[in-house]
């Protein structure tokens, strides 16, 4: 842990004996590492705790329950979804428990690959949906 701290605030801060009060921008050097599990790395990363959420006031939230796993809820917590990318070069798109899969809904989607399809002779190269209709497939 470092032995001094440098804190610039263009206007000016103040300390109450408990809380650092920033009336403007401020510059920090060094590493920063809150009691809430919020700290940042010398390479610039942000490191949340496991059990912590990124989100906005009010609005939507990101958490990560396991290794691999990024859910999008609501800021209740209470809708949203997940991705788990625990299979290099897979992305699964599940449920905000991470149970099942969840729902794509759009107005259009283009799949293209060779893998995992079947379909005929050949195989299934290229689908295309619109409206929740087939219009392609090759």
């Known amino acids: 842990m470092a032995s001094s701290i440098f804190i610039s605030a263009q206007g000016g801060w103040n300390f109450d004996g408990t809380t650092v009060n920033v009336s403007n921008p401020l510059s920090v050097t060094g590493l920063i590492t809150t ?73 259009g989607l283009k799949a293209s690959g060779t893998a995992g399809a079947s379909f005929g002779p050949a195989g299934i190269v290229s689908i295309t949906i619109v409206n929740g209709i087939v219009t392609a497939a090759s």
Do not use: M
């Not at 009010?58 to 958490?63: C, M, P, T």
């Not at 991705?83 to 809904?105: E, G």
């Open 35 to 107: 009691s809430g599990g919020l700290t940042t790395t010398s390479s610039g990363d942000i490191t949340v705790s496991s059990s912590r959420f990124i989100s906005w006031s009010a609005r939507g939230s990101l958490n990560s329950p396991a290794d691999s796993q990024v859910n999008f809820t609501n800021f209740a917590g209470t809708s949203g979804v997940g991705w788990d990318v625990s299979t290099d070069a897979v992305a699964k798109l599940r449920t905000r428990a991470q149970s099942a899969y969840a729902t794509l809904d759009c107005l």
